[in-house]
């Protein structure tokens, strides 16, 4: 997806909530906030990418690498310890619930607007979960893809999501799972750290994107996670940035032929919201087969 | 006052509501919004000269030269229609009560967040020339210099607010008033149209700045705005602009010694709220003397 006007103010107002949090004096703030204003003003493939560059600027130019390394593990463990709850929410068949219950999960982010991982999540996440409804189609593509699939990629979006996330997986075929997480820091994406943390890579191969794009840009991931999306015969993609990367990017000689790319998020701003026909707020079950 | 990292995203935030509105097609406003965000990235003496570069490069680059054309006669029209009323209401104690008047009228501001000159404008106003107090040895500074001025400029700011500055204008003598709008459209700021078309200019000398800084950019101001400064016995100043741009310049040798200027507006944004100590939202009676 291309970027539009709209994501300008959007992405400036994340970098100033970002560098407002940030230790740094005045002075050095507003030095910091120009020059990744600048990089806003820039021409992008996507969004995500966009995000790229802007939390490389910050690592390289103030030296802190991860300015959501307290927000993720907060994330990761309120989400920890909501698990028995959400397991038990989930009971009746398993896997639909936890599709929804995934997607909701999608809410925590911190890129666009507020997080809202707050102390009254599990109410919100459960009247979200019983809210959503899932299309048949995609449920009953789902499904076929899974039974049919020797080797599943499942491309991750935010810490504590991933929380949810490992409940899908425990109803999917685990061993034929590849876990794909970022590579480096970028927003309160779910990296190789929040998948160890919550014990994740004990139940799945977890690899990363070997970028830091909250995104997929394939031209700047590891050759591993290329060529496990190139071996992929169902690939789960979670999150918007991931939407916005991989929705339209040219797959054909990059993905098996026909091998279907299931797009879980909720759609969190307008462009999104326009590209997909749907609201601000929806949740978005969308496969691209390719 | 010099520009924090606090006036980026405002900036942006507010370039993207003038964007959003002009008709354009959407990839004539991304490039828009990317030139005017590279602008904004830029280091400015002041706020206000930030907005200079922005609406000079609107008019360039759209030929839109005032985008803020019929909001800023629906405010003259919305204030003219509540004249009687207002005049009414400060019947006891015409001068100090039109001071306050003229203060409360300083919250029509497209410049920062929504204006507030909606429908309710009437009983809003009202409630708040109420509420507000000016500070006694303001009212008493003010009352002196004004008796003792054989000259006063008036600067003013935005266009509807100009209406309450010609009820203040009604309480000064005034074949000794300057009154000062900006030379270019602006952002809402009043000009010399919004100053005919309330029938101001039948009532007092009315110049311009020569320039489209919403301030006062002395580098830029005309010949004319620049005697009739350096000749006033007293300055009145509205509007929080003006104030940036005239509460620390250096003004010696440019304005009389000894010179009282007396700034009249709402605090509409954290730097500025920080710099006078006072908080957003608050009312500012604030003498320089020189």
Do not use: W
Request: glycine share 6%.
């Amino acid at each position: 997806m291309k970027p539009t006007y709209h994501c300008i103010p959007c992405h400036v107002n994340h970098i100033y909530r970002v560098v407002s949090g940030l230790t740094l004096d005045e002075h050095t703030k507003l030095r910091l906030m120009q020059e990744l204003t600048r990089i806003i003003a820039s021409n992008f493939s996507t969004p995500p990418d966009c995000a790229h560059e802007l939390y490389t600027a910050i690592s390289q130019l103030t030296g802190i690498d991860d300015p959501f390394t307290k927000v993720k593990k907060n994330s990761n463990a309120l989400m920890m310890s909501l698990l028995p709850q959400l397991r038990a929410e989930c009971g009746h068949n398993p896997l639909k619930q936890v599709l929804k219950l995934s997607l909701a999960a999608n809410m925590i982010d911190y890129g666009i607007g507020d997080s809202n991982c707050g102390e009254d999540f599990a109410v919100t996440l459960k009247t979200i979960i019983h809210d959503i409804c899932i299309p048949e189609e995609f449920y009953h593509k789902f499904i076929l893809a899974m039974e049919k699939a020797e080797s599943i990629l499942y491309i991750a979006d935010n810490a504590g999501e991933i929380v949810a996330d490992m409940l899908l997986v425990d109803c999917l075929p685990k061993e034929k799972i590849v876990f794909a997480v970022r590579g480096y820091p970028v927003i309160n994406d779910a990296t190789l750290q929040d998948a160890q943390d919550i014990g994740l890579t004990q139940k799945v191969k977890v690899i990363t994107t070997g970028d830091r794009t909250p995104g997929i840009n394939l031209t700047r991931c590891s050759k591993e996670f290329l060529l496990n999306l190139s071996q992929a015969d169902m690939i789960i993609v979670k999150g918007q940035g991931n939407f916005e990367t991989m929705i339209d990017v040219p797959l054909d000689g990059i993905v098996k032929t026909g091998v279907k790319l299931f797009f879980l998020f909720k759609v969190k701003c307008l462009p999104v919201a326009e590209f997909t026909y749907k609201k601000v707020g929806d949740n978005a079950f969308i496969i691209r087969e390719v």
